[in-house]
């Protein structure tokens, strides 16, 4: 079945302390990004990676970090999150972005920072 | 910058009635643009799929259009459901995906 696997989908962590969420996809797919979606702001963009080592900055990259090794992955890091990242986080893919393909979300995982 | 925006914010009908959900956008220069469907706490499921050289494409009760020129599509849902209540969001690719704040719907029973 295609897919996209983010995990955890909850974790409450603390001010600081690393953490980073997994994203896998089995569909071969060139393209990843991850987003953050808040009450009365929508989805929006936080890094997008086109192809493997290749990545870049979306809307609202500010505390995140990310990287992509291999294509299936797509990790997203935070080196010292803070409350204002807390949020319900989204990985997608597809296989381009300029292409005419439809994108597939992971199911979400729900951060708190406190 | 893309600003994509979704009217109305909340939608609730009874059950049975033909609904549209509208979209618009400031930057015509788009690859495609999608419609997700979200439910509560869950992630975005892929509805439809407009090419930017499509005008309008349809699954089952749905349909959906793109006006590019007048940065603009519609969601067309006919008999509505209750299992059609959800939060409907659409997304338009140009350099990355923009998305709108969706539009929030409830079918009564």
């Known amino acids: 079945e295609a897919q996209v696997t983010q995990n955890p989908r909850y974790l409450i962590t603390v001010t600081g302390k690393k953490l980073t969420v997994t994203c896998s996809q089995n569909?071969?797919?060139?393209?990843m990004s991850w987003y953050r979606q808040d009450p009365g702001l929508g989805l929006r963009q936080i890094y997008y990676?086109?192809?493997?080592?290749?990545?870049d900055k979306g809307d609202v990259p500010e505390g995140y970090k990310v990287s992509r090794k291999e294509k299936r992955n797509f990790p997203l890091i935070l080196e010292s999150p803070s409350p204002n990242q807390t949020s319900l986080y989204f990985c997608?893919?597809?296989?381009?972005?300029?292409?005419?393909?439809?994108?597939?979300f992971g199911q979400g995982t729900r951060l708190t920072v406190v | 910058k893309q600003e994509v925006t979704q009217i109305p914010a909340a939608l609730s009908v009874p059950e049975g009635e033909n609904l549209v959900l509208n979209c618009s956008f400031t930057?015509?220069?788009?690859?495609?643009l999608q419609w997700f469907r979200q439910d509560p706490g869950k992630g975005l499921t892929s509805l439809l799929l407009?090419?930017?050289?499509?005008r309008e494409q349809t699954s089952g009760r749905l349909n959906a259009s793109l006006d590019k020129s007048s940065g603009r599509s519609t969601l067309y849902i006919a008999a509505s459901q209750p299992g059609d209540s959800a939060t409907y969001l659409c997304?338009?690719?140009?350099?990355?995906?923009?998305f709108g704040t969706g539009t929030s719907l409830t079918v009564i029973p």
């Open positions: 997608a893919s597809s296989s381009g972005q300029r292409t005419n393909t439809e994108a597939f």
């Open positions: 569909m071969n797919h060139e393209y």
């Open positions: 990676s086109m192809n493997v080592e290749v990545t």
């Open positions: 930057d015509s220069a788009i690859y495609n």
């Open positions: 407009i090419q930017s050289s499509q």
């Open positions: 997304a338009v690719v140009g350099n990355q995906f923009y």
